[in-house]
């Protein structure tokens, strides 16, 4: 088929193009055509084998599954199955290790205490108390109103900065949700019901939820080098930068991306944890991943293992892997969210396409919503 013949466009291939592409086919039965800038499918979330060691890593950072939506785990299982990982985090501050996310263990380390976990409560109550902080609006407010300014200092504060290239003041408070706290020693970093590590990795997830014959799936092709090509009528699904679609023409949203070092080092085992975060601004990278502890099911070789070391990067659109929500970038996006209600038989969404923080699940969720909300209805109009 010729791209002027399909009806369904979609931009991109990561879970929101893929989802809604196996909806489309398998649900309407109708072709759709999906269009892939880069030279894989996946998005993001693109895994692959390093040829040296035979360990399966994520290329662009790594990816826990999580969540405690029953349909999107139920719809997710049909492609894949997951292993038993449970993830664990743990931070570095000032050459000591510490459990992320902070927890009983994290104080009383922290701290050179014994607090029970009864007492927690009250010492974090008495440490914020210290700041007198009544204005919890922004980021760092709401955390050292939560933890006080000590524990926000060590473990929040240099890590945020680094990360979303921003004053953790001017960020917007409601990110702070993203990092769980325990008042015990539970060191798993995720409340979800259902969490793992795709059995077979992530890229046979998209093999399997683009496989069926009516999907068309074309690499190394960007959108807006065909978009004149396609049909007037067609529904089109965009999950790429937001301002980007409109050429930048009401101003450029700020994005985060990420850049990975390599390194193959001649031990079994590096760093004893899959992901080690830096929490002090004085080191450069906020990460270290090591892939091999993603899958304790395999048995990858003893003599080598491999280590990404990841920086956090302002990004001119290129390349980006999150969006920066402050107030600025969130008034800007709503502007943009305008146009798209202007156009006809026109989607966009995703964490670039929403300019939101998803995670994978929520992502896999906004596909199915748009699916039943919007194109099903589209379709039977």
């Given at each position: 088929m ?9 931009a ?6 893929s ?11 109708k072709?759709?055509?999906?269009l ?14 390093d040829?040296?060691?035979?360990i ?18 139920n ?8 292993n038993?990982y449970?993830?664990?985090v ?12 902070i ?7 922290f ?21 007198n ?6 980021f ?8 006080g300014r000590?524990l ?26 993203r ?8 060191e ?15 890229t046979?997830i998209?093999e399997n ?36 679609y409109?050429n ?13 070092e ?31 502890h ?13 280590v990404?070391t ?27 969210r ?5 156009e006809?038989n026109?989607?966009v969404?995703?964490r670039?396409g ?26 039977t109009?």
């Amino acid at each position: 088929m010729q791209i002027s013949d399909y009806k369904y466009v979609i931009a991109g291939s990561g879970f929101l193009g893929s989802v809604l592409a196996e909806r489309i086919a398998s649900v309407l039965k109708k072709p759709v055509l999906v269009l892939e800038k880069r030279g894989h499918i996946g998005g993001n979330c693109y895994s692959e084998t390093d040829p040296e060691t035979g360990i399966e890593f994520h290329k662009y950072g790594t990816h826990i599954f999580h969540t405690s939506n029953e349909r999107v785990w139920n719809y997710i299982n049909q492609f894949t199955s997951f292993n038993q990982y449970r993830h664990q985090v743990l931070t570095t501050h000032e050459g000591k290790v510490y459990q992320l996310p902070i927890n009983l263990e994290t104080i009383n380390s922290f701290f050179s205490l014994s607090l029970k976990p009864f007492e927690v409560e009250e010492f974090l109550h008495q440490q914020a108390a210290k700041e007198n902080i009544s204005d919890t609006s922004s980021f760092e407010a709401k955390a050292i109103s939560l933890v006080g300014r000590q524990l926000y200092e060590a473990f929040i504060r240099g890590y945020s900065a680094k990360q979303w290239q921003t004053d953790p003041a001017k960020l917007p408070a409601d990110l702070l949700s993203r990092l769980p706290f325990r008042k015990n020693y539970d060191e798993n970093y995720y409340f979800s019901t259902y969490q793992g590590v795709p059995s077979n990795g992530y890229t046979a997830i998209f093999e399997n939820l683009l496989s069926d014959p009516l999907i068309d799936v074309r690499l190394n092709t960007d959108f807006f080098d065909v978009k004149d090509q396609l049909a007037a009528d067609a529904t089109i699904i965009y999950s790429g930068p937001l301002d980007r679609y409109f050429n930048y023409s009401l101003g450029k949203l700020n994005w985060r991306t990420l850049q990975f070092e390599k390194q193959v080092v001649g031990v079994e085992d590096y760093q004893g944890t899959s992901v080690m975060n830096f929490a002090d601004v004085a080191v450069p990278y906020t990460r270290q991943h090591e892939p091999r502890h993603l899958h304790p099911e395999r048995s990858y070789t003893k003599e080598k293992t491999i280590v990404f070391t990841e920086y956090s990067k302002a990004d001119d659109g290129s390349e980006p892997f999150y969006p920066i929500p402050n107030a600025e970038n969130i008034a800007l996006a709503k502007e943009y969210r305008k146009l798209v209600g202007q156009e006809k038989n026109l989607i966009v969404a995703g964490r670039l396409g929403d300019y939101k923080y998803y995670d994978m699940h929520e992502t896999i969720n906004r596909a199915l919503e748009i699916f039943d909300d919007q194109i099903k209805t589209l379709h039977t109009s």
